[in-house]
């Protein structure tokens, strides 16, 4: 059996200890009272750094596509309500 990259299990608890940690963040630099919109600013930036370092320009369109489709249906609003971040 060949290794064709990972499993989706394996990319499942990735991305939930990733989540974990960028969860603490936020909640550590609201609790050191800086503006949401600078936290949510400096992530995307970096996040936006970090795809075009390792993606190319049409994968990167492709996730900006999809934030922008959960913006306008009310899924991202709805997802922040129930995250404990989203109320800040």
Known sequence: MTESG???EQISEEL???AMVVEHAI???????????SVASAL???SLGLLARTM???????ILDSAMQSVRSGELQQAGKASPSGSA
Not at 27 to 37: G, S
């Open 44 to 46: 995307l930036g970096g």
């Open 6 to 8: 990972p499993q989706p």
């Open 16 to 18: 939930t200890k990733c």
């Open 56 to 62: 190319d320009r049409d994968t990167i369109l492709k």
């Open 27 to 37: 909640e550590h630099l609201l609790d050191e009272h800086h503006a949401p919109l």
